[in-house]
């Protein structure tokens, strides 16, 4: 069906409720709506729904059609694709304002849950004295220190691994506790038994 088929009669049986009349409409004009809302918006599914969208809402007003109707599609069209616009514009906003909430959110999350600047140096001052400490303990008692510090492994998997008794172990560890304690002073207190 052409364009130029579309004649006086054919809307008058549209707003009479013929849908073979109303197909025929369809199908003369929706490639070229179609090619309009592509026009203003470069994206062919969303031209496709606007034109779907205008063609249900002159089915639903098909009593107040009047010929000829030419001008009142492509006005419809034109509209269409600004309200798609404006919708697509809009979710893009409320997706952005989601957005930067969440990326606020974590920001504050993330100044909370960050030691101060101060804080941090103190810590990292604190963990190389502890390093420098362990690192100054004989061999075999570094090894069971590290091994119960850093690996959080228990007085008995240290004894098996190593092969010695658990008693051992302990006279070890209360050695390396010991030079820890004299090394770091009242933080020893607040490292370990916090």
């Known amino acids: ?19 073979k009349a109303f197909s025929m409409l369809y199908q003369a004009y929706y490639v070229y709506l179609t090619a309009i809302c592509f026009y ?6 969303a031209a496709r729904e606007v034109v ?4 249900l809402n002159v089915w639903q007003r098909r009593k107040n059609l009047s010929f000829p109707i030419r001008s009142y ?3 419809a069209a034109q509209n269409g ?4 616009l404006r919708t697509r514009q809009s979710t893009r906003r409320k997706m952005e304002g989601h957005r930067e909430q969440f990326l ?16 941090y140096v103190e810590l990292r001052d604190v963990e190389e004295k502890i390093r420098t400490t362990v690192g100054q303990l004989p061999p075999r008692c570094r090894e069971i220190f590290e091994s119960w510090l850093y690996a959080g492994k228990s007085v008995e998997e ?6 010695i008794t658990v008693s051992t172990v302990r006279v070890q560890l209360k050695s390396a506790l010991d030079r820890l304690r004299t090394q770091l002073g009242h933080l020893f207190f607040l490292i370990f038994f916090v």
């Open 40 to 45: 203003y918006l470069n994206d062919e599914n």
């Open 1 to 19: 069906m052409h364009i130029k088929q579309i004649d006086e009669s054919v809307v008058k049986e549209i707003s009479e409720g013929c849908e």
């Open 104 to 119: 606020l959110s974590y920001q504050e999350n993330y100044i909370r849950a960050t030691p101060e600047p101060l804080q």
């Open 73 to 75: 599609l492509i006005r």
């Open 158 to 163: 240290i004894a098996g691994s190593m092969n």
């Open 52 to 55: 779907n969208d205008v063609f």
């Open 81 to 84: 694709s600004i309200d798609y």
